[in-house]
């Protein structure tokens, strides 16, 4: 696997260390489910270190599913070109997967096409109370290639707003009775009963034929970031990349685990001690 010696090192304090993980612990494991930005990303992009981590535990025979807010255009492409066996995104709204049988991408939704466009008529409404109410908030610029989400930039490509900005923006959505979750980047909205936790269970009983306690028990779930929550409260093996530590007074579940490196770092940190106590 390429060097990460350039990831930097950063403490979260009340998190066990990712250097006490037994091979007990991993023994039986079947897959890693993983968040995308600042999770397999550092500040951005996916450095070499990660992607090589994803094929090395690929090849290991592990299952990949990316766990992510990110959209469903992006997610098309994930499924199809990078070594995953499904994508969740858009927190939930859907998982996609490619099917190596028909050579075809396949893609479950967890609501019609009708009530998605319902949704973006009310999604649109509430975009227009953010922007009178949190100056410098932005569409995330991903949000043209979105199907069931509104996706407000706090920091990703505006300066930063603030966690006071962050909470005035959730509070617009809550006020209009939509779901919404804060990442690394953007605070995501949607209607619908659904979170990543939701459908990552139904994807795995579909697809795998496991059921949620067989998923706890036997997946490992890495993040960073508060809309990972409802993740790391379903599994007993969960991860932080070190830059959770930043989000962790504002959390209530958090990872069992905490690398020692931030980012794409820190997740090629995490596959790294998952390879070598499996070997």
Same mark, same amino acid.
């Given at each position: 696997?390429?060097?990460?010696?350039?990831?930097?090192?950063?403490?979260?304090?009340?998190?066990?260390?990712?250097?006490?993980?037994?091979?007990?612990?991993?023994?039986?494991?079947?897959?890693?489910?993983?968040?995308? @930005?600042?999770?397999?990303?550092?500040?951005?992009?996916? #450095?070499?270190?990660?992607?090589?981590? /994803?094929?090395?535990?690929?090849?290991?025979?592990?299952?990949?599913?990316?766990?992510?807010?990110?959209?469903?255009?992006?997610?098309?492409?994930?499924?199809?070109?990078?070594?995953?066996?499904?994508?969740?995104?858009?927190?939930?709204?859907?998982?996609?997967?490619?099917?190596?049988?028909?050579?075809?991408?396949?893609?479950?939704?967890?609501?019609?096409?009708?009530?998605?466009?319902?949704?973006?008529?009310?999604?649109?409404?509430?975009?227009?109370?953010?922007?009178?109410?949190?100056?410098?908030?932005?569409?995330?610029?991903?949000?043209?290639?979105?199907?069931?989400?509104?996706?407000?930039?706090?920091?990703?490509?505006?300066? @930063?707003?603030?966690?006071?900005?962050?909470?005035?923006?959730?509070?617009?959505?809550?006020?209009?009775?939509?779901?919404?979750?804060?990442?690394?980047?953007?605070?995501?909205?949607?209607?619908?009963?659904?979170?990543?936790?939701?459908?990552?269970?139904?994807?795995?009983?579909?697809?795998?034929?496991? #059921?949620?306690?067989?998923?706890?028990?036997?997946?490992?779930?890495?993040?960073?970031?508060?809309?990972?929550? #409802?993740?790391?409260?379903?599994?007993?093996?969960?991860?932080?990349?070190?830059?959770?530590?930043?989000?962790? #007074?504002?959390?209530?579940?958090?990872?069992?685990?905490?690398?020692?490196?931030?980012?794409?770092?820190?997740?090629?940190?995490?596959?790294?001690?998952? /390879?070598?106590? /499996?070997?």
């Amino acid at each position: 696997m390429t060097d990460c010696s350039a990831g930097r090192n950063v403490s979260c304090r009340g998190l066990r260390p990712l250097a006490s993980l037994t091979a007990r612990q991993v023994e039986g494991l079947w897959g890693v489910l993983f968040d995308i @930005d600042d999770t397999i990303t550092t500040q951005g992009r996916i #450095p070499a270190c990660a992607y090589s981590a /994803l094929w090395a535990l690929k090849d290991a025979g592990l299952k990949l599913i990316p766990i992510t807010g990110r959209p469903a255009g992006w997610c098309d492409h994930m499924a199809r070109m990078w070594p995953v066996d499904a994508v969740v995104g858009e927190n939930g709204a859907f998982y996609f997967w490619y099917d190596s049988t028909s050579g075809r991408l396949k893609k479950r939704y967890l609501m019609t096409d009708a009530e998605r466009r319902e949704n973006r008529r009310r999604l649109e409404r509430i975009w227009k109370e953010i922007q009178a109410r949190v100056p410098g908030a932005a569409l995330a610029s991903d949000q043209s290639y979105r199907e069931a989400d509104l996706a407000v930039d706090y920091c990703e490509d505006v300066p @930063d707003l603030g966690w006071e900005a962050v909470e005035r923006i959730v509070e617009v959505f809550k006020s209009h009775g939509a779901h919404c979750k804060v990442s690394s980047i953007h605070v995501n909205g949607w209607f619908g009963d659904y979170d990543k936790r939701h459908t990552t269970q139904l994807l795995a009983r579909e697809l795998f034929d496991i #059921p949620p306690h067989g998923l706890r028990r036997r997946g490992l779930f890495c993040g960073d970031s508060p809309n990972d929550e #409802p993740m790391f409260g379903s599994f007993d093996l969960s991860v932080g990349v070190a830059n959770i530590a930043r989000f962790v #007074p504002h959390m209530e579940h958090l990872p069992a685990f905490v690398t020692a490196r931030a980012g794409g770092q820190g997740f090629a940190e995490l596959a790294g001690k998952i /390879l070598a106590l /499996l070997s």
